[in-house]
Nanobody
Framework: QVQLVESGGGLVQSGGSLRLSCIAS????????MAWYRQVPGKERELVAI???????SYVDSVKGRFTISRDNVKNTVYLQMNMLKPEDTAVYYC??????????WGQGTQVTVSS
């Protein structure tokens, strides 16, 4: 089992920055990928950014050049640095980890609100 605790959400003006953090505990040696998703009411959860165990990263087109995902394998933490935020980035952001054996876990979600 892996437990995830997110932090760093909040209210920010358009053009501002936020940094989300997600700390994993429990069976962290089983973690392969670490990712951030987001969801707005009435829409499907969207993959925002992902980092693999090998350090490769991938982003949804709408955040490329503005968001950066990184991970600290010693601290079992994944970060999402969000710059040049836009009102359309407003959502609940969820941390997700995937295991080598195929399981996955979700955080509780943290609200990000960008005012215009």
């Amino acid at each position: 089992q892996v437990q995830l605790v997110e932090s760093g959400g909040g209210l920010v003006q358009s053009g501002g920055s936020l940094r989300l953090s997600c700390i994993a505990s429990g069976s962290t040696s089983s973690i392969s990928s670490m990712a951030w998703y987001r969801q707005v009411p009435g829409k499907e959860r969207e993959l925002v950014a992902i980092t693999t165990a090998y350090g490769t990263t991938s982003y949804v087109d709408s955040v490329k050049g503005r968001f950066t995902i990184s991970r600290d394998n010693v601290k079992n933490t994944v970060y999402l640095q969000m710059n040049m935020l836009k009102p359309e980035d407003t959502a609940v952001y969820y941390c997700n980890v995937g295991e080598y054996r195929g399981g996955e876990y979700w955080g509780q979600g943290t609200q990000v609100t960008v005012s215009s």
